[in-house]
């Protein structure tokens, strides 16, 4: 079975980088994937990503090394299953709450005895190999996502919920749940609190830590703190920012 | 019928900027459409953009004062009097190499007597009012492209051809027609030379002229020369320089 | 932030019609916008239109002033928080049952602390500006269809959830339930007292009272008897009626 | 193979009914064929119907007994061939100028020897029938649309183009090309006149005449004045029409 | 209201053959119900087969005599009820692992007071006819999949929920939670064992049994075991499996 | 720049395989492509296959090994650098009749000084390298159809336009050009002599020379014969094929 770049990074001891994709587009997913990323994430969340394109994406990506993932718009094994289905070599779900959201979540990745994910891999056991069924427990990725007050407080419990491989901070709604601003890249002590101690709760129980960043610096600082990946661009927000730059010259 | 925002710049002696959307996705446009462009050209030639993103795309942009014009594949009158009903107020077209490749493109873009566009606006007349047909013919833009041998031979008559509303210059097949490089930001003094006579044509036929760049500095330089449109980037290339940018951070 | 039309209208003292769009189309979605209604609901629910249809019709829409709102196929926060970032002015939920159906619904709708949204209002703050995150609570509209027999017997807990903004009926599913007729302009006697339960148990509560009609006249009754929003027609039965009309014509 | 109706009806003297079906969906396509239409016709000239959604609604018509044919958007044989192997019973070619062009379209439409059709009716037998090849050259029919000066000039020509079947009148493009109105159900002597004239072309020649109409009246006057098929409605028109009638209501 | 016909082949004494489709495209689905299959499968579980391709595949079916039955990617209300509205005749729904379970999901199927399905048949009533709604519960099946060791215990309590008219055995799934090979055509004792189990639970229960298979031997085999419908193939491995034959070829 | 197995296998003396596909998706194409065939070619003839379609097969495909090749439906300049920029490695196109059609296709797949292709292989620059602008003359196919009565006349002619890769035979439309059966794998002796002549032309003009079959059998003669490429398969077929075969199983 192709391995898992972001597995082998981490069991080498390097952190890797990711980048967002919302564009509902080949082309884009494409291109991206061919500038080296280590990852990407395919959002079906806050973005216009259907079932249909996030398929398209996948294919897409699979013309090079960069690992493709998804994050899932909500906790249903129904599109759980068919983003794995599809190739995805990671699974991020958002708005984790409680260990039991976590197991039903890691359960929809991993097939039985470790879980319950229905046999079916169609195009997974194109992109990794004809060996998919026997190794994939052990490949893919489940992500959970941590960015609600519930979240935070079980966080501990959640990071050891087994067959989970990452936590991951969504920093805009964590700082809504705590009172504080919506938004990435947090300095406010409060978030910053929550951040240290998910990381910390990722570490402890044996897995990896991964945040959602808006700039080079702070990735850069995430990663020297401890972070195993760093998301540090979305493919919207970099073409806003370079046509809104550019529409002012004249 | 809604003005068309490029001829009322122009009229008032002001240049006008551009951007090509390349990325065959309805966000995409929308977005860059936000950032204040004075207009966008939606690529059908060179990008994945078919009939049918072309129409949601159009969509988009119309929810801003953006411009939006489209550059067809070929100087086939089906698909330019198609995305004139979806709203195109430009069309664009490659390699016109005659003055009558350039009356067969005009004459699909005007109605009855100035042309044989059929009658059918479906959508334009959602988006510019209900008496699109009696002004259509005065607002929208005819645009040619010079980009081959042939074309700048016969610019001078192109440029006369009665209808058209300016030349644009695709600086790559132009390069490349004249045996130098293809590429944009052109500094060879051939193809200067040749750009140069492409504009004064334009200019002594009384219409304007346009050239599509990959750096600000370069599109400001043409804006000084004398351009009328300039464009200034293309949502790809941004995606991909920004994403190439950032993938080494770490 | 842009206004929600439909608040203004009520804060006059006004009624609101409503045409529900099944027509998996933006062109059907953006004619039926530009004749004048107050709002438009794009129906997921008994239509064939997908979430990228949605998305699309979304757009269609924006190009109007008439308020977009979308019912969800079922009572699922990853769908409604989708067509929310996408750019919905209001959710109809159908089939609430209790008023946990209800609080589960109208937290999807809201973003913490009042409910759990997730942040990322990719094209929601495109179409209605860049203060969205801080003022959609108070501007987006939650809907809650009471459609079922134990929807009609907790009726009152609903209409009290916090956050809630309208109970809306669905008569055929009504009608069906309580031993009726499944049609729309019911006047059986006891769907019309459970018609009157929840249109007083609404405005008992604070909030607003909808309707699906099927004619004018029991539109305009409906109106009369207090309901604040109006269904008066659905795209694909205007077109099968118009259409089967003009068929027997020759 | 599945004879056609159109045909049948004409050989049993009777005239023919038609709608036009511009919305681009399969339901709105397979809602209109069941009301009980003699034929149909998909446009794909002056509507967002594009190659992949007139296949889904030539399947949708395939329910039913309607005669499915298309509007291509120009006489380009490459859309031509595509829409017969659809298993489109009758194509429709606007801006018939001359017996060439028209030459040039029936061709498109015949097998060898009478045209140069290319063999490959993949979804068309499935559709009519494994005798498809055999018996398609005399059931599909071939409509040339008149609506040109020239085509009003070379009109008795045109009609005689062996393998022709029909006459179509597109009223707006006529009606401006003569120097009148852009418009349907014309009654300017000078357009009435270029009519008759099309009328009488081709019953002179022995092919059918079709005209494109706007109500009721005026399409039962051309019925009586000997057209065999005449289009008394179009699908987008008649969403607008009930549309902005109910939208008034309150 | 047309026929099921599978429940009348039942009803006669007769098997069913059954072929999955998981290409995601209108003419492979048309093209195979062409070829005299009793019945086909849409799978929108373990294909890239999503909500708006099923609705084309149903529509293509329905040119044909096949029933047309849908495996749902979830035992969720929202997709069951829309592929029914769709036209589907049959549900398949996945890992029914207890009686709560297949309550749930046999009420999603049936209108009140049988279940909670919501009213809105608008492409079943064109399919089905005008009395859709009177006859839909007796007409269209509920389908429950089991192949985990949880449905395996409590087969017995599921088969016995009112509504329900068929078990059908997922075997790849069902060996892979016993332990065993994740394969078709089981031939291990304990799984062999399991399915001998299902079916007597079945039809003690007086519902059917099916069983996907993936050869022809196997196929007969089960229908002389007593399955009602069995699963002969599938149209991606028949696809794959005639091209690696013929990739062999020179 | 990626090299073209085809070119690569005929200079080492070999004989290519070839699939047809027709069925517009991409699973099936990268089913097909992991078969292990030489080559592909994406229908966009006498499939539906759009070129949105196209697009997303031709990515599917470069997941492999297999070489993409495109069947254009018309000798359409646009459509033909559409699929190029596409990552398309060969271009076919119908009907080619005469010299100056083969030079107007060819001219189309050669960028200046040997052709009229415009710049911009946005896509194809991703599949192949960054020098694709440099090597891609030599390396793509223009395949030239001939199976019309002219194009066989003009056989030898056709062959010796500059540029040109391939003739290949379309044996339905030659039979009935040639007044013979419309059917593939033919025997008649003027057809067979028809296709000596071709194959002798090719050869004799030093490029290549290719045919569509339907059976191994007469695959492997043509093989012995001496074409260089052989398409032995078409997805479609493929499928009807063994469904067919399936269906009577019971």
Redesign the interface.
């Known amino acids: 079975m192709r391995a898992n770049r972001l597995r082998e990074m981490w069991a080498a001891g390097r ?3 990711n ?1 967002f994709l ?7 997913a ?3 994937a ?4 280590d990852s990407v994430t395919i959002d079906m ?4 990503v ?4 996030a ?2 994406m996948l ?2 990506v ?2 090079t090394d960069t690992v493709p993932t998804v994050r ?3 906790n ?4 759980i ?2 983003v794995l ?2 190739g995805a070599y990671g699974v991020m779900c ?2 984790i709450d409680t260990a039991e959201d976590c197991a039903r979540f890691v359960g929809a990745v991993r ?3 470790a879980g ?1 994910r ?6 997974a056991s ?2 990794a190999g004809r060996d998919y ?1 026997a190794k994939s427990n052990e490949t893919v990725l489940a992500i959970a996502q941590i ?3 519930p979240g935070l407080e079980n966080v501990e419990a959640i990071a050891q919920v087994p067959g989970l491989d990452m936590l991951y901070i ?1 920093p ?2 964590l700082g ?2 705590l ?1 504080r601003g ?1 938004m990435p890249d947090q300095t406010d002590p409060i978030v910053v609190d929550a951040i240290d101690r998910i990381l910390a709760a990722a570490h402890k129980a044996g897995v990896r830590a991964g945040i959602y960043c808006a700039s ?1 610096d702070y ?2 600082a995430m ?1 020297k703190k401890g972070f195993d990946l ?1 998301t ?2 979305n ?2 927000q ?7 730059l ?5």
Chains 1, 2, 3, 4, 5, 6 share one sequence.
């Open positions: 952190k890797a980088n980048c919302g564009i509902p587009s080949s082309i884009s494409e291109t991206i061919h500038q080296g990323w969340q806050h973005a216009a259907d079932d249909a394109m398929y398209q294919v897409a699979s013309t899932v718009p909500w249903d094994p129904g599109v299953m068919r289905d599809y958002p708005t097939y039985a005895p319950y229905s046999v079916g891999p169609f195009r194109l992109y069924l960015e609600t007050k969504g805009s709604d809504l749940a009172g919506a080079v990735s850069l990663m760093v540090v661009a493919d919207r970099l073409l806003a920012q370079g046509a809104a550019l529409a002012k010259m004249k």
